[in-house]
């Protein structure tokens, strides 16, 4: 349970980051570390190079950027949750993500990159049509998460930062299931309405932990067609009746 | 080996560290700060908490090297003239402990969320499911936070 041994650089800025991740075909960008040193400590990881991001300037800022909020990197799930910035959405699921002591020093952009499919600001980023900043371009949420752990990140690219629509007007409800506070949910459900007149004018609803990412689907009917992940702790029927009790919830406080 | 310049409950040190070595390890080992208790390694059971920079953090999920810097307080440095905290004050109260290897991190997490105003209930409930009790002592701690919350 200690981590193995690796190189260990603390570059002060975007260039050398990205220069020093060039050198090490398996570096590992270290962030909050939330996920990260688990990993290293039970050694399912043995990365030859840790580049840290603790010091790189520029990544801790939220602000208003036209129609979106651009949340850097290194900003911590803390930051984000206090900020009057945050959306709406992320700021009810923020309290779902790990545990209240972990969110301290877990960072939105460790979140992103990291990709668990049960990641409930993965979930929130898909559902508002954000996207994902790095050193080379801006990707589209939906395309940015392959698959559990996956991301459509290449070698030598780096997160920077993350934009989040406001969707003004809109309405928003965060679901999640799990078994114990702080665990990884089982199923977690996203929704954002549009309404005119009192009628869904609008809707983008997602899921997350029952599939290999965050998937938006285009109504409650196409949960019972989905193909969904089972677990050790739940079958995909379960998981298909859960998420569809999360869904009629989420839909019924996002619409009230 | 990595140079490491920080303070520690007040106190400044200076040391060559590898980068792989844990805050808890450091803690621990190489200052002999063994009020920080190691239990799960792996930030499930809240045990190693600490304060860096003002903040509640898995000492076990931090490498030393990130806190380069920074100033770190355990639990040994809640108080230093030998008198209780109205926090421990109220965990000796309401018997908040059995065996104890658990309390260090429920100091410390307790500690940080007190900081930012009177917590509910519900918020001292929601911060203790990242904190591990296994003589399953929740209901005086949640009693003994709720006390030093209000005074």
């Known amino acids: ?256 | 080996m990595t140079h490491l310049e920080l303070t520690v409950n007040g106190r400044r040190y200076r040391e060559e560290v590898e980068p792989r070595l844990l805050l808890s390890d450091f803690l621990r080992h190489t200052l002999g700060l063994t009020g920080t208790h190691v239990g799960c390694e792996h930030g499930v059971c809240g045990a190693c908490t600490v304060h860096v920079d003002g903040l509640a953090t898995r000492s076990c999920l931090t490498l030393a090297v990130q806190v380069d810097g920074a100033e770190v307080e355990t639990v040994e440095g809640l108080t230093r003239d030998g008198a209780l905290t109205a926090l421990q004050q109220a965990f000796h109260e309401h018997g908040a402990l059995q065996c104890g290897f658990c309390t260090p991190g429920m100091l410390m997490a307790a500690a940080d969320l007190l900081a930012r105003g009177r917590p509910t209930r519900e918020e001292i409930v929601d911060m203790l499911s990242g904190q591990i009790c296994r003589c399953t002592g929740y209901e005086p701690i949640v009693r003994a936070i709720e006390q030093a919350a209000a005074s």
């Open chain 1, 1 to 256: 349970m200690k981590p193995p041994r690796f190189e260990y650089a603390r570059p002060e800025s975007l260039e050398e980051a990205v220069a020093l991740l060039a050198e090490g075909e398996d570096a590992k960008v270290l962030a909050g570390g939330q996920s990260l040193v688990p990993a290293l400590n039970m050694r399912l990881l043995r990365p030859s190079l840790l580049v840290d991001l603790g010091r790189v300037r520029g990544l801790d800022r939220i602000e208003a950027r036209n129609s979106s909020v651009a949340v850097g990197a290194r900003v911590t799930q803390r930051a984000f949750a206090e900020s009057p910035l945050v959306p709406p959405l992320a700021a009810e699921a923020l309290p779902h993500v790990g545990h209240y002591v972990t969110r301290n020093r877990g960072t939105v952009g460790g979140s992103i990159a990291h990709a668990d499919a049960a990641a409930e600001l993965s979930l929130c980023l898909v559902v508002l049509g954000g996207s994902v900043v790095t050193n080379r371009r801006t990707i589209p949420a939906e395309e940015f998460f392959v698959g559990h752990f996956t991301t459509a990140l290449e070698p030598g690219e780096l997160v920077v930062e993350t934009l989040w629509p406001r969707l003004d007007g809109w309405r928003f409800a965060f679901e999640e299931f799990a078994q114990r506070r702080g665990d990884y949910g089982l199923s977690l459900v996203a929704v954002a309405l549009r309404l005119e007149d009192g009628v869904v004018a609008e809707s983008r609803l997602g899921l997350a932990s029952v599939t290999d990412r965050p998937t938006l689907v285009a109504d409650a009917e196409a949960v019972e067609s989905l193909e969904l992940w089972g677990n050790l702790h739940a079958s995909p029927d379960y998981l298909r009746n859960l998420t569809r009790i999360l869904v009629a919830r989420a839909v019924a406080r996002a619409a009230a």
